[in-house]
C-alpha cells in the first residue's frame, strides 16, 4: 500500500467518524502524556517545562529524559509545595544538539515517551496574543521560539529584524517532535508583501531561506494545515543564519572510519554551485568529513518504518539533523546523469531522483550466484517511492541491445507489526537467482516521477550476497481493552501482582527462518520475564513481564535481545524500541517512531487478579492435547466471574474459551493442536478479562482521612486553647473584681475609721483640755497651799485658818491630783484608742494603696486575657474552617475514589510450545460413549496410521485430566509392524461418579530421540 493511499484512506476514516479512539473502552489507569511544554531547550541551560497532555496524571512527580545530561526536579510554589506537572529542567552543556526521550512517571507508572529537542541556540516562547501583525511576538535573529496552535483559528505571527543583504534561515520542527501541528509558514516583508511559504515536503519539516535586499522587520506567519490546534499542536521556529542541510550523498557511511559526504542544502558557507534547485533556490554542495564520534546514539526520531534498517542522527551541521546508515565501510556517490555504469559487486549506492525519470547500474554475474537487490527510500525517511526493474542485458551480434525483464518490484513485503506497529515501507527488495553468465541492470525511478521531481527524493541501493540474519523491534505501548485490537501508547507500567504484556516483532533477512529466542535483561526488582519464542514462520511474540506482589517501586531502563540459532553460529541482536506517536486524525496515518530505550516501571497499584500457571515449554505434536492449571488470584476484595481466552495460538489450534466463577479459583484449560497445525514454535498467553469494581487511588481517601484526623485533632487542641483562654479571661476579671471590690471595702472601713476618730479626737481634746485645766487649777492650789504654809507671822487664827485651808487646799489639791491623774489615764486611753484607730486607718490605706497599685496590673492581665480569647476564638474558627474544608476533601476524595466497574485484562506467563510433524494418527473405538460403572472394565480398540517418515512401535496410554482418580489402564504397546492394539480400562470400586471431559488416549513413539505422541481425545463416565 501506498503512502499516499494510507493517507488518504486514514483521512476519510477521520473524516467520516469511523475511527474511536481505544479510550472509548475503561481500563485501569496509566500514565501517558501528549505533550510537554516547551517541547525543548538549548544546551547550558535550564527551562521550566510543563507537562500540558495526557491521561492518568495523578502525582506525577518526576520527569525522566533518556540523556543523563538532561535532568529535573519538579517546581516548588513560593510555600514550598509541588507546582503539579511542572518542572525546572537543566540541560548540560556537554548534550549534543538533538531529540531525546521525555517520560514522567506517577502514581499510574512510567509514561510513553515524547521527543524533547535540545539545540544551541537562544530559547524563549511566544507571546499571546500574537494572532496579528500587530501583535507580532518579537523573535530575535539566532533563536528559537517555542509555541503552539492553541485552536483551529489559531494563526501566530513574528517579527523578525533583519539586515540589508542578510540571508536568514526559517525552520520549523513539528513533526519530529511528536505533535499533530502541520505547520503552514508563510514569509512577508514590512509591507505586508508575502515572499515565500512553505510547509512540510519530502520528510522535512517548512524550510524558508530567503535574502534581505533592505533593512526591514520582517513577519513570519505560522498556522496549521487543517486548522487543527491544541496542547499536541507545538512546533518550535527557528531564524538563524545557520545552513539548512537538505540531505547528503552516500547516504551510507563508516561506523569505525572517517567518511566523506557531500552535503546538499542552502546557505553553505563555502558551498559550490549545483545545477539542482529547491523552488526557486539553488542547491550547494559541499564535501564534509564524517567522524564516527558525531554520530547519534539517539534512535529518538525515526519513523518505526525503519525498524528493519540501522539509522543514525549526524548533527555535521548545526541547525540540521540529518539521518544517515552506518556501516562497516562507506557507500558510493550518485552516478553521473545520462550514464549507465557497471559497477563491480557488491555494491552499496546512493542517489536522488532531480530532473530525470530514472537512474541504471550494471554489473556483471555468473550463472548460479544469488543476489540480494535492495533499494531503501521510505526507510531512510525520504519520501521517494523507487520502482525497482530488473533486467538481463541481451548483446545481439551487431551490438544492439535489448533487455529481458526478470522482475519489477515496488513495496517490500514484510510488514511484521502489521495493524499494530506501523512497519510497512514502500522500498522495493528482490533475491536474483542469476540464470546464466552475462550483465545486468537494475533501474530505479520514482513511481511519481511523472508528476514530481526534487533532490530530496533521495535513494540507497545495495547489491549483496545473501546473508540470512534478523533485527527484531519491540513495541512499547498499551494493550487494547480486548488485547485484539492495536495498542495505543503507553508503556511498561506493572501493577504489583500483575502481568503485562510488550509486542516483539522481527524482521526477517534473506531467508532466515529459524526461531529466535527473545529475553529481557536488567530488570527491576521484583520483575521477572522468561522469554519468548517466535517460531519458524513467524514474526512476532509477546513478551511477559510479572511483577512480585513485593516488587519495588522503581523505574529502570531494560534491554531486549533475540537469539536465533545455536553453539557458536548463535547470533544474538539487540531489539530496538518503538513507541506510537499518534492514532489517525487530521490525515495523518496512525503513526510510531523509534524510542532511546526501554523503560520497565512497577507502580503502587495491586492488581485486581491475575492468572497463576506452572512454566510451560513443550514440545507437541500435531494431534496432541495439552492442559493447563489455571488458578486466579483475587485481591482488592474482587470476586467476580473472569473470562479467559487464549492469545498467540498457531493458527487452526482448538482452545475453548472458557471462565471461573465468582467464588472459584480454579480452572483447567485445554489446548489441541490438531493435524493441519504447521509445525512452528509459539509463545500463547492466557487473557483474562472482567469488569471489576476499581477504586481509583485510595490513597488519596486514606491521606485525606488522615487530613480529617488532624483536623479534628488541631480543632480539639485549640478549642481546649479556646476554653483554657476563656477560663483565664475569667480568672483575670474576677481578681479585677476582687480587688474593686477590695478597694471599695477598704475605702469604707478608712471611712468608719475616720468616723471613729472623730468623737475619739474629740474627747481626747476635751479631755486634755480638762486635764490641762485640772492641772492649772492643781498648780494654783499647790502655789496657795505653800502660800498659807509659808507665812509664819501669822496669828493662831490665820494659822488654824491657813492650816484649815492648807487642809482644805490639800484635800483639794488631792482631789485634783487624783482627778487629774483619772484625767491623766483618759487622756492616754483616748490618745490610745486614736493612735490605735489611725494606725488601723493607715493600714487599711496601704493596703488600699497597694490594691489600687495592682489594679493596672490586673487590667493589662484582662487585656491580654481578652486578647488571648480573641486569638483561640481566631484559631477555633480556622480550626473549623480546615476541619470542614478536611471534610469537604476528604468526601470529594471519597467520591473520587469509590469503586466503578472498570474492564480489566491480564495475562499469565507465557506458555512455550513447539509443534512437529505428528508421527501417526491415533484412532479409537470407545465402547457405550465412554460410560463405565464403578468396578467394572471396558475394551478400547487402539489404532494407529504411521506417518511423516516414521515406523517405530507405539505405547498407548491412558491421559486423565489432573485429580481425576479411580480410573486406570495398563499401557499397551502397538509393535512396528501392528497398526492396533486394546486398552483395557478399570474404574475402581470406589470411583466418584462423575463425567470426566478432557480424556486422551497417547499413542507415544520416539522420533529422532524425542518422545513424539499424538492424543485421541473422548470423555468418560462413570456411574454406579
Known amino acids: 500500500m501506498k503512502q499516499t493511499l494510507l493517507t488518504l484512506c486514514c483521512l476519510c476514516l477521520a473524516l467520516s467518524g469511523s475511527f474511536i479512539p481505544d479510550t472509548a473502552c475503561a481500563q485501569l489507569p496509566q500514565t501517558r502524556i501528549t505533550s510537554v511544554f516547551p517541547a525543548g531547550a538549548q544546551a547550558g541551560t535550564t527551562a521550566e517545562i510543563t507537562v500540558t497532555g ?73 507571546t499571546e496574543p500574537n494572532n496579528e501583525i500587530a501583535q507580532a511576538t518579537a523573535l530575535p535573529f539566532g533563536s528559537v521560539v517555542n509555541a503552539r496552535s492553541n485552536g483551529g483559528a489559531d494563526i501566530d505571527f513574528f517579527r523578525i529584524p533583519v539586515a540589508a543583504g542578510q540571508t536568514i534561515v526559517v525552520r520549523s520542527e513539528a513533526a519530529r517532535l511528536d505533535s499533530l501541528m502541520q505547520p503552514a509558514v508563510q514569509l512577508f516583508n514590512s509591507s505586508g508583501r508575502r515572499l515565500q511559504e512553505s510547509r512540510r515536503m519530502f520528510g522535512q519539516d517548512a524550510v524558508m531561506v530567503y535574502t534581505s535586499p533592505v533593512a526591514e522587520d520582517l513577519i513570519v506567519r505560522v498556522s496549521d494545515i487543517v486548522y487543527g490546534g491544541g496542547n499536541e499542536y507545538v512546533y518550535r521556529l527557528c531564524v538563524d543564519s545557520r545552513p539548512q542541510v537538505d540531505f547528503v550523498l552516500p547516504l551510507v557511511v563508516s561506523r569505525d572510519q572517517p567518511s566523506d559526504v557531500t552535503v546538499f542544502g542552502r546557505n553553505l558557507p563555502g ?89 541504471a547500474v550494471r554489473f556483471n554475474a555468473a550463472k548460479g550466484e544469488t543476489w540480494v537487490i535492495d533499494v531503501f527510500a521510505h526507510s531512510i525517511g525520504s519520501t521517494a517511492d523507487p520502482l525497482l526493474m530488473v533486467e538481463k542485458v541481451v548483446k545481439a551480434a551487431d551490438g544492439t541491445e535489448t533487455f529481458a525483464r526478470l522482475a519489477t518490484e515496488d513495496d517490500n513485503k514484510q510488514n511484521p507489526g502489521g495493524n499494530d506497529l506501523p512497519t510497512l515501507n514502500s522500498d522495493p527488495s528482490f533475491t536474483l537467482a542469476v540464470p546464466e553468465d552475462g550483465t545486468y541492470r537494475v533501474r530505479l525511478r520514482d513511481r511519481y516521477a511523472d508528476s514530481r521531481t526534487d533532490p530530496r527524493l533521495v535513494w540507497r541501493l545495495t547489491i549483496r550476497k545473501p546473508a540470512p540474519d534478523f533485527r527484531i523491534v ?102 530496538q524500541v518503538a513507541t506510537l506517536v499518534h492514532d489517525p486524525l487530521n490525515g495523518m496515518p496512525r503513526t510510531a517512531r523509534m524510542s532511546d530505550s526501554l523503560v520497565v516501571g512497577v507502580m503502587k497499584d495491586d492488581q485486581p487478579f491475575s492468572i497463576s500457571i506452572e512454566p510451560i515449554v513443550a514440545d507437541l505434536s500435531q494431534d496432541q492435547q495439552l492442559l493447563v492449571p489455571v488458578k486466579l488470584i483475587r485481591r482488592q476484595g474482587f470476586d467476580g466471574k473472569v473470562d479467559f481466552t487464549f492469545l498467540g495460538l498457531p493458527a487452526n489450534t482448538d482452545a475453548p474459551a472458557f471462565a471461573i466463577d465468582k467464588g472459584q479459583e480454579t480452572a483447567i484449560a485445554r489446548l489441541f493442536i490438531k493435524d493441519n497445525v504447521a509445525p512452528t514454535g509459539s509463545t500463547i498467553v492466557i487473557s483474562g478479562t472482567a469488569p471489576v469494581p476499581y477504586r481509583r487511588n485510595p490513597w488519596l481517601s486514606v491521606r485525606a482521612q488522615e487530613k480529617v484526623a488532624a483536623a479534628a485533632a488541631a480543632l480539639a487542641t485549640r478549642q481546649q486553647g479556646l476554653t483554657d483562654a476563656d477560663a483565664a479571661l475569667k480568672a483575670s476579671q474576677q481578681k479585677v473584681t476582687q480587688a474593686t471590690e477590695q478597694i471599695a471595702a477598704l475605702a469604707k472601713e478608712i471611712e468608719s475609721y475616720l468616723v471613729a476618730q472623730k468623737p475619739l479626737a474629740e474627747k481626747f481634746t476635751a479631755s486634755l483640755s480638762e486635764y490641762k485645766a485640772s492641772t492649772t487649777d492643781l498648780a494654783s492650789l499647790r502655789d496657795r497651799l505653800a502660800a498659807t504654809q509659808s507665812s509664819s507671822a501669822s496669828t493662831p487664827e490665820q494659822i488654824d485658818a491657813a492650816v484649815k485651808a492648807v487642809a482644805e487646799a490639800t484635800a483639794v489639791v488631792e482631789a485634783a491630783s487624783v482627778k487629774l491623774v483619772a484625767l491623766n489615764e483618759k487622756t492616754l486611753e483616748l490618745s490610745k484608742a486614736l493612735a490605735d484607730v489611725r494606725q488601723q486607718e493607715a493600714a487599711k490605706v496601704a493596703e488600699k494603696t497597694t490594691a489600687e497599685a495592682s489594679m493596672p496590673e490586673l487590667m493589662k492581665a484582662v487585656e491580654a486575657a481578652t486578647a488571648a480569647l480573641a486569638e483561640a476564638q481566631k484559631q477555633s474558627d480556622l480550626a473549623q474552617n480546615e476541619k470542614k474544608a478536611a471534610d469537604e476533601a476528604f468526601a470529594k476524595a ?131
Open 54 to 126: 495526557g491521561t492518568d496524571l495523578d502525582e506525577v512527580d518526576q520527569l525522566i529524559f533518556s540523556h543523563p545530561g538532561i535532568t529535573a526536579i519538579q517546581k516548588k510554589d513560593a510555600n514550598g509545595n509541588p507546582v503539579a506537572s511542572t518542572f525546572v529542567v537543566a540541560v548540560d552543556a556537554t548534550v549534543p544538539a538533538g531529540l531525546y526521550d521525555a517520560r514522567v512517571r506517577g502514581l499510574f507508572g512510567i509514561s510513553n515517551p515524547r521527543t524533547f529537542r535540545v539545540d544551541n541556540v537562544p530559547e524563549s516562547a511566544e
Open 271 to 359: 558551498g559550490q554551485p549545483t545545477s539542482m534547485k529547491i523552488g526557486n533556490t539553488p542547491l550547494q554542495q559541499k564535501i564534509v568529513r564524517v567522524e564516527p564520534a558525531a554520530l547519534s546514539s539517539s534512535a529518538a526520531g525515526f519513523p518505526s518504518y525503519s525498524a528493519s534498517l540501522e539509522t543514525v542522527w549526524w548533527n555535521g551541521s548545526e541547525g540540521s539533523l540529518i539521518p544517515v546508515c552506518p556501516a562497516a565501510s562507506a557507500g558510493q556517490s550518485e552516478i553521473e546523469d545520462g550514464t549507465e555504469p557497471t559497477l563491480a559487486l557488491p555494491l552499496d549506492l546512493s542517489g536522488s531522483f532531480h530532473g530525470k525519470d530514472e537512474d
Open 474 to 575: 519491540v513495541f512499547d505501548s498499551f494493550p487494547s481493552a480486548d488485547g485484539l485490537q492495536p495498542s495505543s501508547s503507553g508503556a511498561i507500567s506493572l501493577r504489583k501482582g500483575g502481568n503485562y504484556q510488550l509486542p516483539v516483532y522481527v524482521f526477517r533477512q534473506d531467508g532466515h527462518n529459524e526461531s529466535v529466542w527473545i529475553n529481557a535483561e536488567n530488570l527491576p526488582e521484583g520483575v521477572t520475564c522468561p522469554g519468548a519464542l517466535i517460531g519458524p514462520g513467524q514474526v512476532s511474540a509477546v513478551l511477559v513481564l510479572s511483577a512480585s506482589e513485593s516488587a519495588s517501586e522503581l523505574a529502570v531502563p531494560v534491554l531486549v535481545s533475540g537469539r536465533s540459532g545455536g553453539g557458536e553460529s548463535a547470533v544474538t541482536r539487540l531489539a
Open 894 to 1024: 471519597e467520591e473520587a475514589t469509590k469503586p466503578n466497574n472498570v474492564n480489566v485484562r491480564t495475562i499469565s506467563a507465557p506458555i512455550q510450545i513447539t509443534v512437529h510433524a505428528a508421527p501417526a494418527k491415533l484412532t479409537a473405538q470407545v465402547p457405550d460413549g465412554g460410560t463405565i460403572r464403578k468396578g467394572a472394565t471396558i475394551q478400547i480398540k487402539a489404532t494407529i496410521a504411521r506417518k511423516n517418515g516414521f515406523a517405530g512401535p507405539m505405547q498407548i496410554t491412558l491421559v486423565t485430566p489432573p485429580g481425576v482418580t479411580g480410573l486406570s489402564a495398563e499401557p499397551v504397546t502397538i509393535a512396528a509392524d501392528q497398526t492396533e492394539g486394546t486398552l483395557i480400562l478399570a474404574a475402581a470400586a470406589d470411583a466418584a461418579v462423575a463425567d470426566i471431559p478432557n480424556v486422551v488416549l497417547r499413542a507415544t513413539g520416539d522420533v529422532g530421540g524425542r518422545a513424539a505422541a499424538v492424543d485421541f481425545p473422548t470423555q468418560l463416565k462413570v456411574t454406579e
